[in-house]
């Protein structure tokens, strides 16, 4: 089912829980809500469900407007945070739920059921309240319930934010493959950006109630828009420094004190402004070198793989990757190679990007 | 979680839904009002505030005439003052407690918190009783009880204290003190105002007390007190009664209605909600001889009668005294409309605390709004609807007082009597001017044997002891 959000709004009095939504989903895609609290991911979830009333704005469901429909004639299945299950029926009961509304016939709903279960894993707890399981295990019957009356559409809101980090792992690629299988047109509201990033064939980044950006996952990450894009997309994120773009000779320069960067000339010539700018750089492109941009350690966290090292330079600080190996300390002299085909400039009143717009 | 249902319902017939409760709403509103305050407003010809307290003598004593028979106890601005007094008192010593430093000064104050109240209303009460005898019987002592209540209290205080004092010199007393302090309010509410009058009641019920043989030595005549009861020739009628005011009201009102109330306003705006469940709460926060006589100026006969002032208007020329028309109709709705408030609360605070996303889900696993009443909401309110059922059974089984001031049992003879009430009149009230206590207390004992047999039976069936949750942390 092809999914069209146009201007879509909604406000209590003064509050504003989503501010002109407008995007459309493909039939068959995976798109996930990105963004921090309260950016009014739930809302537009809620409203595409039709449990709240927008204040203004369309929504169309494969070119018809779905407004007025209630929730029941949408034919969407829905999973939430907290799992939501019936807490007086079993797992048998939970799941043939929306069939027994349907008034499929007794024989036909076992089945059904049974098949769901099966796929889900839960075959031998169907007899269970869900006190009697654990988060995990819930979280599958949630999931067998929103499958079962084969949705046009499935709509999840933060459904593996209760998880521990491991299970989330195997069930984020377990969602994934299950809806690559079925093909069924998804939205997957999450604040976790690897979530949105490893899952969605596109993500909507979302701010106050408004979509920043819509697209691909690699598109957000290679360029993003704007500032907050930038900063929100990418583990550890992206650093930023206040820089001063000007041409040398026939080379653009990025400057600031204790730095002096040759750039492309590509990205110079747009970054170049007679004001200063914001020079963001990504920790995986700053590597320690023998030569290079000379800074202090400040601190360093270990994270396995990598050790995430903080390295001042002059004032600024940049996160950098580092190999374990190399053993810093903190207060090691350390020197600085940039990628520079990777740097983003941004205009620091508008907070867009000089590059990609 | 325990916001309201604030998802906007989306379909025409959802908008349906909230017209229809604002209007019942409405409704709701708009009868309370005229059923229970304007004919203080003089709304009835002419007639107001003035001419329904006339006779009503309001001064600064501690009683306030109401009409030919009827006298409430209110206590006087001196006691409030007291009371006060020792409430400050009672914190001052609470403080202290605190500091767990104690002196003589808190003792006195103590004593004085705990004594003065008691005093004051000794002489009140007289003075309420002595105006009460002049004109029949002494209704409506509720404030008073609230000054004896807590004069109770602070003499608990004291001996708590004492208990307190004696333990830190005895340590041994002390480690299993407190198991016994956190029982102690209740096993002493229980033995004095259950225990103790229950066995009272018993040993009263084998003699033949009464007014007219007072004075003279009393005599244990065994069950000649249960043999007669049974034997009355209204007995039949009385115990036909008592079951269908009980269950009547129950399953109209203190249950049905309530639930009804609850689901109606869980689905109306939060605001609407409030004002509507405030309304309903009116009759049980108006005093119960002032409610009654609202209601009998609702049934009265022309010109006084509300319910006949609108049958005039419409026409209808058939305008009886509508109490002695259809007596249980109103003996059922007085208690009703107080009853109902209990329900309310409760299945409100239940509905509500019920998780949003659950409702969000099962209206998108295609659930209509009534559906998701049935699968989800009743059911999740089991508990809350076995222990209002419980309760009220046992708490309508033993009322009688708005049947008292409404229809004493009439009109006729035994129309509306109820089991409660025969035991009051046998004992303190007769038209003959006897008194016959042991023949009372025997209703009454069987009564409360009645009402201790369901409270075990319903603990039984219904599981109470599954109502009380395992503790989450092992006990080491
Ligand atoms: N019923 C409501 N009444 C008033 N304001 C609301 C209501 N529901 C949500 N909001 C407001 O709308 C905004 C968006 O809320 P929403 O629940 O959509 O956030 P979210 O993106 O899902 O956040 P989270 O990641 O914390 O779940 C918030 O500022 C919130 O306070
Ligand atoms: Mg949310």
Redesign the pocket.
């Known amino acids: 089912m092809r999914v069209e959000l146009e201007n879509l709004t909604k406000r ?1 009095g003064d ?3 989503a501010d002109g939504v407008n995007l459309e989903v493909d039939h068959g895609e995976f798109v996930a809500f990105l ?1 921090p ?7 537009t979830l809620l409203m595409i469900a039709g449990i709240y009333k927008p204040t203004a704005g369309v929504i169309r469901f494969d070119g018809q407007v779905v407004n007025k429909l209630a929730p029941k004639d949408r034919n969407i299945g829905m999973v939430f945070q907290s799992y939501a299950l019936y807490p007086h029926m079993n797992v048998f009961q939970n799941i043939s739920y929306p069939l027994k509304l349907k008034k499929v016939p007794q024989e036909e709903m076992r089945k059904r059921v049974e098949r769901v279960a099966e796929m889900m894993g839960i075959g031998h707890l169907l007899d269970r309240k869900p006190a009697q399981l654990s988060g995990g295990q819930q979280q599958r019957v949630a999931l067998g319930r929103a499958l079962v009356k084969e949705p046009q559409l499935l709509l999840f809101d ?1 459904p593996l934010s209760n998880l521990d980090a491991r299970l989330r792992l195997s069930m984020r690629s377990e969602i994934k493959r299950l809806q690559l299988d079925l093909g069924i047109t998804s939205i997957y ?1 999450t ?1 976790d950006q690897v979530e949105a990033m490893t899952m969605a064939d596109r993500i909507a980044v979302m701010k106050d109630g408004k979509v920043q950006a819509y697209d691909r996952p690699e598109e957000l990450y290679d360029r993003p828009r704007t500032l907050f894009i930038a900063g929100f997309i990418g583990n550890p994120p992206m650093n930023f420094v206040d820089v001063e773009v000007v041409q040398v000779d026939n080379t653009f320069h990025a400057r600031r004190q204790g730095l002096d960067l040759p750039l492309p000339a590509d990205r110079g010539e747009k970054a170049a402004q007679d004001r200063p700018v914001i020079m963001g750089i990504r920790p995986e492109d700053v590597s320690i070198a023998d030569e290079g941009i000379a800074g202090e350690v400040y601190v360093v966290e270990p994270l396995g793989r990598d050790d995430l090292v903080d390295v001042q330079i002059n004032g600024a600080h940049l996160r950098v990757l580092a190999d374990p190996a190399l053993n810093l300390r903190i207060g090691d002299q350390v020197k600085l190679k940039i990628n520079t085909d990777k740097v983003q400039f941004f205009d620091p009143q508008t907070e867009l990007s000089l590059l990609w717009n | 979680m325990s916001s309201p249902q ?1 998802s906007d319902p989306v379909t025409p017939s959802g908008q349906k839904a909230v017209l229809v409760g604002h209007g019942l709403a409405l409704v709701g509103a708009v009868m309370a009002l005229v059923g229970f305050y304007l004919p203080w407003l003089g709304f009835v010809g002419g007639r107001g505030l003035v001419a329904t307290l006339s006779g009503a003598r309001i001064g600064a004593g501690p009683v306030i005439r109401l009409g030919e028979n009827v006298v409430v106890f209110r206590g006087s601005p001196t006691s409030y003052l007291v009371v006060v007094a020792a409430v400050i008192a009672l914190l001052v010593v609470g403080l202290a407690f605190r500091r767990r430093r104690l002196t003589g000064w808190d003792g006195l104050t103590l004593i004085t918190a705990g004594l003065l109240p008691l005093l004051v209303l000794w002489g009140q009460f007289g003075a309420a009783q002595r105006e009460a005898g002049k004109v029949g019987i002494l209704i409506q002592t509720q404030y008073g009880l609230v000054l004896v209540y807590l004069a109770l209290l602070a003499v608990f205080a004291a001996g708590i204290l004492h208990v307190r004092n004696y333990s830190r010199q005895n340590p041994s007393f002390r480690n299993t003190l407190g198991a016994y302090a956190f029982m102690s309010p209740a096993t002493f509410l229980v033995l004095v105002f259950f225990l103790i009058p229950v066995v009272l009641l018993a040993v009263l019920s084998l003699t033949d007390l009464s007014s007219a043989n007072f004075g003279e030595p009393w005599n244990f005549i065994g069950l000649e007190n249960y043999r007669r009861m049974f034997s009355d020739r209204f007995f039949p009628k009385i115990l036909g009664n008592t079951i269908f005011y009980v269950v009547t009201t129950l399953v109209f009102f203190n249950v049905g209605l309530a639930l009804v109330l609850a689901l109606l306003t869980a689905h109306i705006n939060r605001r609407a909600s409030f004002f509507f469940r405030l309304i309903w709460l009116l009759p049980r926060i108006t005093p119960s001889v002032v409610y009654i006589v609202m209601w009998k100026r609702f049934t009265q006969v022309p010109p006084y009668g509300i319910i006949n002032q609108f049958a005039g208007w419409l026409g209808i020329d058939y305008q009886p005294y509508w109490l002695n028309e259809a007596p249980w109709v109103f003996v059922i709705l007085v208690n009703g409309f107080v009853g109902a408030s209990f329900g309310m609360i409760i299945f409100t605070s239940a509905i509500e605390a019920i998780p949003k996303d659950l409702i969000t889900a099962a209206k998108v696993d295609g659930a209509s709004t009534l559906q998701v009443i049935r699968d989800i909401t009743l059911p999740m309110l089991r508990w809350p609807l076995l222990f209002v059922t419980t309760y009220q059974t046992l708490s309508l089984l033993v009322s009688f007082e708005y049947i008292l001031l409404l229809t004493q049992g009439g009109p006729g003879l035994y129309t509306t009597e109820v089991w409660a009430l025969t035991a009051y009149k046998r004992a303190l009230f007769t038209y003959f001017g006897s008194n016959q206590w042991a023949y009372g207390a025997a209703w009454g004992f069987v009564l409360v044997a009645i009402g201790i047999v369901l409270s075990i039976i319903y603990l039984r069936v219904f599981q109470f002891d599954q109502l009380v949750q395992e503790p989450k942390i092992d006990v080491l």
Do not use: D, N, R, Y
């Open positions: 209590w509050a504003i829980g963004g609290s309260g950016c009014g991911k739930t809302t933060e509201v604040h | 604030q």
